[in-house]
């Protein structure tokens, strides 16, 4: 936003300096071609009356006196110390590039005071092109370089035809070596401008993005703790300030919320945990081995859907804290745990990586998924592989797999897979739920997949877990 905003004041000072620099050249062209005009109406006027009138030799001879100078040549007029050219023809050269509506005001001018010349030329030339203006400038050269004077580089020449075609007469006029002089004044005003503009407004945004920057730290650690210790004092402008006030606020009304859904969820567990307790020292008194066996993972079932809920609900929310543990030996002790009790589970390839990590709900959450793994797969394979970013865990199974449609709402609470899955034995639909929220928790993710053979045919599901090396 700030380099927009400089962009634009720079790109409209700039747009101004060249329109003053432009306004300025027009200003220096008209001045030179009044100038020009108005001596060659002078010497044109003299040159008529000359001709309409028979002077005396005596009055002509003063004449004559008067145009020479003191030096008895040609008297100079107020051009700039140029005579003015009496020439045959035009005064052009190869390279020379006429100005078509430089001649044109000319024309103009001339006509406004009621000189109708033949033809009108207006041309630009450098001077070490024209002799006439060069012999001049180098006269002057050692005048110019005491005064620390840059030399002017063009003269604009200004021809004229008389009326009857008589002739041409050529006025010089050297072009002002300001030009280049006003061209960096204006530049080095507008950089004066930009710089002062940029840093006003670097001190303002400043100022505005500071405290949005704290703010937006601050969001992203109260979604990783849930906990409003921390929070920053309100500064800034007033909207900002204001922004931080009402920020504070919604941190300790989502804290408070959540403590009391933390305290709720103990008192349902409490009050759930309780009568099944009661249930299962009441089952003992049943005769029948069937039934009290029935009854008894009846009870089980509940109480382990019933950790569940609660899990998913606390996982937001852990109470331990991130400890630096091998997670490849927290996954071969987690695999030994089935082994020892004859399921077919394997681990293959495993490498050592120590990771902050809460191991109490890692080793849930591979529970999870090895559960999963045997009851819809008949046999996992764990394998643990470190990547560029990343600590990936593959569970596999040999099941049917999950059709690809359904893949990615079998993570949602209380999903279940179709009929073909066996579903009449699984859980209450919340394990690879509480799995990904485990991955969530250590900032990672947890995805399935499909694995396929050769022919392309469903060999089984793999659910991959992935956990950030930072």
């Given at each position: 936003?700030m380099?927009?905003?400089?962009?634009?004041?720079?790109a409209?000072?700039?747009?101004?300096?060249?329109l003053?620099?432009?306004?300025?050249?027009?200003?220096?062209?008209?001045?030179l071609?009044?100038?020009?005009?108005?001596?060659?109406?002078?010497?044109?006027?003299?040159?008529?009356?000359?001709?309409r009138?028979?002077?005396?030799?005596?009055?002509?001879?003063?004449?004559?006196?008067?145009?020479?100078?003191?030096?008895?040549?040609?008297?100079?007029?107020?051009?700039?110390?140029?005579?003015?050219?009496?020439r045959?023809?035009?005064?052009?050269?190869?390279?020379?590039?006429?100005?078509?509506?430089?001649?044109?005001?000319?024309?103009?001018?001339?006509?406004?005071?009621?000189?109708?010349?033949?033809?009108?030329?207006?041309?630009?030339?450098?001077?070490?092109?024209?002799e006439?203006?060069?012999?001049?400038?180098?006269?002057?050269?050692?005048m110019?370089?005491?005064?620390?004077?840059?030399?002017?580089?063009q003269?604009?020449l200004?021809?004229?035809?008389?009326?009857?075609?008589?002739?041409?007469?050529?006025?010089?006029?050297?072009?002002?070596?300001?030009?280049?002089?006003?061209?960096?004044?204006?530049?080095?005003?507008?950089?004066?401008?930009?710089?002062?503009?940029v840093?006003?407004?670097a001190?303002?945004?400043?100022?505005?993005?500071?405290?949005?920057?704290?703010?937006?730290?601050?969001?992203?650690?109260?979604?990783?703790?849930?906990?409003?210790?921390?929070?920053i004092?309100?500064?800034?402008?007033?909207?900002v300030r204001?922004?931080?006030?009402?920020?504070?606020?919604?941190?300790?009304?989502?804290a408070a919320l959540?403590?009391?859904?933390?305290?709720?969820?103990?008192?349902?567990?409490?009050?759930?945990k309780?009568?099944?307790?009661?249930l299962?020292?009441?089952?003992?008194?049943?005769?029948?081995d069937?039934?009290?066996?029935?009854?008894?993972?009846?009870?089980?079932?509940?109480?382990?859907?019933?950790?569940?809920?609660?899990?998913?609900?606390?996982?937001?929310?852990?109470?331990?804290?991130?400890?630096?543990?091998?997670?490849s030996?927290?996954?071969?002790?987690?695999v030994?745990?089935?082994?020892?009790?004859?399921?077919?589970?394997?681990?293959?390839?495993?490498?050592?990586?120590?990771?902050?990590?809460?191991?109490?709900?890692?080793?849930?959450?591979?529970?999870?998924?090895?559960d999963?793994?045997?009851r819809?797969?008949?046999?996992?394979?764990?394998?643990?592989?470190?990547?560029?970013?990343?600590?990936?865990?593959?569970?596999?199974?040999?099941?049917?797999?999950?059709?690809?449609?359904?893949?990615?709402?079998?993570?949602?609470?209380?999903?279940?897979?179709?009929?073909?899955?066996?579903?009449?034995?699984?859980?209450?639909?919340?394990?690879l739920?509480?799995?990904?929220?485990?991955?969530?928790?250590?900032?990672?993710?947890?995805?399935?997949?499909?694995?396929?053979?050769?022919?392309?045919?469903?060999?089984?599901?793999?659910a991959?877990?992935?956990?950030?090396?930072?």
């Open positions: 936003m380099l927009a905003v400089a962009v634009a004041l720079l409209a000072q700039t747009i101004g300096a060249v003053a620099y432009r306004a300025g050249a027009e200003r220096r062209e008209a001045a071609l009044h100038s020009a005009a108005f001596r060659l109406l002078m010497t044109a006027r003299d040159d008529d009356q000359d001709r009138e028979e002077r005396r030799p005596r009055e002509r001879d003063a004449d004559a006196r008067r145009e020479r100078g003191p030096d008895g040549g040609p008297r100079r007029d107020g051009g700039g110390g140029f005579r003015l050219e009496r045959a023809a035009a005064p052009l050269q190869v390279g020379d590039k006429t100005d078509a509506e430089a001649a044109r005001e000319l024309r103009r001018i001339l006509a406004d005071q009621d000189f109708a010349a033949a033809d009108v030329v207006v041309l630009r030339r450098e001077i070490a092109r024209d006439i203006t060069r012999r001049r400038i180098d006269r002057q050269q050692r110019l370089a005491a005064q620390h004077e840059q030399s002017p580089t003269v604009v200004a021809a004229v035809q008389m009326p009857d075609r008589s002739g041409w007469v050529v006025a010089r006029a050297v072009v002002p070596p300001g030009e280049r002089a006003i061209v960096m004044s204006l530049l080095l005003q507008t950089l004066f401008i930009y710089i002062v503009l840093g006003a407004i001190l303002i945004l400043r100022r505005i993005t500071r405290p949005l920057a704290e703010l937006t730290e601050r969001l992203e650690r109260f979604a990783e703790t849930r906990s409003p210790e921390g929070q004092a309100p500064q800034g402008p007033g909207d204001r922004l931080i006030v009402a920020h504070n606020a919604m941190e300790a009304r989502i959540l403590d009391e859904k933390d305290v709720m969820l103990g008192a349902i567990g409490h009050d759930l309780t009568p099944l307790a009661a299962r020292v009441r089952i003992e008194s049943v005769e029948d069937a039934e009290r066996a029935k009854m008894a993972a009846t009870i089980e079932d509940i109480t382990r859907s019933l950790d569940d809920i609660l899990s998913l609900a606390r996982v937001g929310r852990p109470s331990d804290p991130l400890e630096k543990s091998e997670i030996a927290l996954v071969a002790s987690v030994e745990e089935y082994e020892d009790m004859g399921e077919p589970v394997e681990l293959l390839d495993t490498q050592r990586v120590v990771l902050p990590l809460r191991a109490t709900w890692l080793r849930r959450g591979l529970r999870n998924l090895i999963n793994a045997l819809y797969g008949q046999r996992a394979r764990v394998s643990l592989v470190r990547e560029t970013r990343q600590v990936v865990i593959w569970i596999e199974d040999d099941g049917p797999g999950i059709a690809e449609a359904d893949l990615e709402r079998m993570l949602e609470p209380f999903s279940r897979g179709d009929p073909s899955r066996n579903s009449s034995t699984g859980g209450a639909g919340l394990g739920t509480l799995a990904r929220a485990i991955a969530e928790q250590h900032g990672g993710a947890l995805t399935l997949a499909n694995r396929r053979g050769a022919d392309g045919q469903v060999m089984g599901l793999v991959t877990l992935s956990l950030p090396l930072t």
